[in-house]
Structures are given as structure tokens and as C-alpha cells.
């Protein structure tokens, strides 16, 4: 089992950045795939972006493509999410989660497929 912890969350005006973190710890974090949801006041929890095992395959839902960069340090255990260019429709509690993979390169946009799930922090962007 794994525990995943988010931090990095907060209130930012429309155009500014935030790097959310993600810290892993009890298993290798190395055997996990990665990814960001999100999930808006009275709307369902939405992919954001994943990572592959190794870090070397990234995907991103359309919304957040060339303003949001995932990337994991594998040595720290944590995965990050750079996101420039915030919007308010931005505005979620944003969850990392955990996939055990067997494929390094392989990316996991399921929301079904995360077997573990941090407990979210809150970015609020004002307009």
C-alpha cells in the first residue's frame, strides 16, 4: 500500500502559477504510474495529467495542455504538477493517485485504474 500526501494548493489571481506536490510513501514509488485529478464544486472527479513510471510519457486532458507540466523525482518520491496560466475554471480539489504498473512507459488516465488516492488540496483561482 502506499499513502499519498498533496501540498502546494491555495488562492491565486487569474494568470499566475502554482506547482502542486504529491509525496508518496510505504511502497517503491518508482512501480507507480502517476496522475492529477480533479474535481470541481457539484461536478465528478476528472483526469488532469499522468505519468509514466519512468517519467518518460506524459499525458494531459486538452484544458490544461501547454499551461500544465507534470513530472516525478523518483529519488524524492514525490510527482508534481507545474500549472501556469491559471483560469478560474481551473478553480478544483486537485487528487494525485497511484497505479501499480508493470510497464514503465505506460500512462493512466482512468480514473477506475488508481488504486490509491491522496485526500486533495484546494486551488481556488480568482478572476
Known sequence: QVQLVESGGGLVQ??????????????????????????????ERK????????????????????????????????VYLQMNSLKPEDTAIYYCAADPQVYATAVVTLHKEYDYWGQGTQVTVSS
Open 14 to 43: 487569474d494568470g499566475y502559477s502554482l506547482r502542486l506536490s504529491c509525496a508518496a510513501s510505504g511502497r517503491t514509488f518508482s512501480n507507480y504510474a502517476m496522475g492529477w485529478f480533479r474535481q470541481a464544486p457539484g461536478k
Open 47 to 78: 483526469f488532469v495529467a499522468a505519468i509514466s513510471r519512468n517519467g518518460g510519457n506524459t499525458y494531459y486532458t486538452d484544458s490544461v495542455k501547454g499551461r500544465f507540466t507534470i513530472s516525478r523525482d523518483n529519488a524524492k518520491n514525490t
